[in-house]
């Protein structure tokens, strides 16, 4: 469905409540004690519960979640990966964009419309806390699927690096100047399902939709399923051609929705390998250290539990099917023509005071006062200024625009890069090494869509998007750690549909508590020039 249809069929719905059913959820956020890989530590968890729960919806519905926060010791707020949020920009839940942070004690509510089906997820987008165990599966179902009559059930399969420290003491030693290699933590462990055994009940001759979901803070992940074929139907979000592949890598922050089959005269359990890929770039031929995967997991697909569960899979090298070669289902050709561009060359830096960080285009985010939507709200006529804002590397971009955004990766590794409230069209993700992006690249003219991509090191990607969804939307590496780096930037999308844009009491109430301020620029300013009080220099502690 076109977005300015959506965008006015949600208009409509939430005129008259009756069109759409609501899924309502109701959540404390707690310390929860668990050991997913052997070694007990606290997890942020849900209503004193980890792993946490699935919110499931079908298209056309509205989701709600109550949120209340009972850590006790921190700030919290939850994001929706990959969700549009279409007329919801301020449920997009991004701490220091959309939102303040949500402190112990407060609530707030979510509420958003189930526009587009997929497998998404849901995860903290606050000081570096999702690996500490605040996420989740969302799943959007979708009674036009055009796969529906091609498998018999579905399954979540989520994977993910784990770390036996909390995050914050694993940020004070990576944001330090003695790093001076930028490295990031290490994790200890591959788990799949937060911790579960990794076993799979199948059935011979049935097929089966796995729902593969990595939320990892860092590192990619291959999978593959013994010698069975997996056939992908959709990648993030977007329902692509069926495509019958070996083995897939799946990046920080990614969702690959496969078929797999088991064959009819099955007299075996399946083993299934996810290995962690803590490699630089795993295809690289000459690498600076060898291509390695020492943290690997191995799961059955279980046909009979009374044979052997021990067997595991040997995997000589990784061949991944390359995702930006993927056929969209509907045949959309590439958005033009392009009306605007935005060049983005990422690096590891420091900022003045010698401390790690990473930059687009030679500057680091640095979070302001006031979240950039409330500014945008606030601000009228002059919110376009992108100099009101801070350091947070604005971009605006008007109603209707085709937007190219263009990432350099001059980095030795590869990085995923995810944009909020678009699924954007992959035009150009060539080799490794294939140098910076320039005019006459080949360019895909029927491109796939997902809202994450991995960018090859010294290589580039380029992505376009239709501006049809007002709000202010970050774009960022989906290696958590390089977050809280800064590797992050704006999109100010059509900024004239924010002004006088509506901010729920209860998300107000958090900001007051805070002692946040929710109007003017990023200080909190009235003149949208005057800068006094800008955070201009990143802190040199790490608090969150």
Known sequence: MHRRCVLFLVSLIQANGSLAKTVNYDWNVTWVFASPDGFSRPVIGINDDWPCPTIE????????????????????????????????????????????????????????????????????????????GLRGPLI????????????????????????????????????????????????????????????????PGKTYRLRMINWAAMFSMFVQFDSLNMNVISIDSSYVQKKSVKNLRISAAQRSDVLVTIPEDADRNYPYLVAMDLNQDYADPEPPRPIQFPLNATGQLITDSDKDKSKTLTVQKFEPFDDSDFSPHDDEPAYGPVTKQWVLNFDYCHDVNGYPRACFNDTTYIAQKVPALYSAASLGDNNTETDAYGQIGAFVVEYGEILEIIVNNNNEAIHPFHLHGHQFQVLARPESKAGNWSADVAVNDVPPRRDTVAVNPKSYAVFRIKADNPGVFLF????????????????LEAPDKLRDYTIPQDHLDACEAMGIPTTGNAAGNEDWDNTDGFVTVPPTTYTG
């Open 57 to 132: 919806a079908n298209v056309g519905d509205f989701v709600s979640i109550k949120l209340h926060n009972k850590l006790g010791n921190e700030t919290t707020g939850l994001h929706f990966h990959g969700i549009n949020q279409i007329n919801s920009n301020n449920m997009d839940g991004a701490v220091g964009t959309n939102q303040c942070p949500l402190p112990p004690d407060y609530t707030v509510e979510y509420k958003f419309f189930a526009d587009e089906p997929g497998t998404y997820w849901y995860h903290s987008h606050a000081m570096g806390q999702y690996p500490d």
């Open 140 to 203: 959007i179902r979708d009674t036009e699927d055009p796969y529906k009559d091609e498998y018999d059930e579905e399954i979540i399969l989520t994977f993910s690096d784990w770390y036996r420290e909390q995050t914050p003491k694993l940020m004070t030693t990576m944001i330090d100047p003695n790093n001076t290699n930028f490295a990031p933590p290490i994790p200890n462990s591959t788990i799949i399902n937060d911790g579960g055994d990794g076993h799979i009940t199948v059935k």
């Open 476 to 491: 960022h590496c989906h290696v958590e750690w390089h977050v809280e780096l800064g590797l992050t930037a704006t999109l």
